[in-house]
């Protein structure tokens, strides 16, 4: 099992910025990628970032050039840095991690943060 926990989600006015972190904890050895997904009410949830173990990264195409994502392996731990957001960020922001051990996958989420973007 892994547990995930973000934090860092908080009411904040167009055009700043928010640094979420989202620490695993757990069987983590197993882990070969970790993400951020978003969610509003009434809509799916959307991807909005990946990064691999190695630090290789994807991002969705609305938030390239605002927001970054970065681990620290020694703390099992990653970060999503936003800057110039936007009212239409607003959401609740889930960690997420795909596991496989033994040949057996999982996929786990956190409980998620509140991100509101408004002035």
């Known amino acids: 099992q892994v547990q995930l926990v973000e934090s860092g989600g908080d009411l904040v006015q167009p055009g700043g910025s928010l640094r979420l972190s989202c620490v695993s904890s757990?069987?983590?050895?197993?882990?070969?990628?970790m993400g951020w997904y978003r969610q509003v009410p009434g809509k799916q949830r959307e991807l909005v970032a990946l990064?691999?173990?190695?630090?290789?990264?994807e991002y969705a195409d609305f938030v390239k050039g605002r927001f970054t994502t970065s681990r620290d392996n020694a703390k099992n731990t990653i970060f999503l840095q936003m800057n110039n957001l936007r009212s239409e960020d607003t959401a609740v922001y889930y960690c997420?991690?795909?596991?496989?051990?033994?040949?057996?996958?999982?996929?786990?989420w956190g409980r998620g943060t509140q991100v509101t973007v408004a002035s």
């Open positions: 997420c991690a795909a596991s496989n051990v033994a040949g057996t996958g999982n996929l786990y």
């Open positions: 757990g069987s983590v050895g197993g882990i070969y990628v």
């Open positions: 990064i691999g173990t190695g630090g290789n990264t």
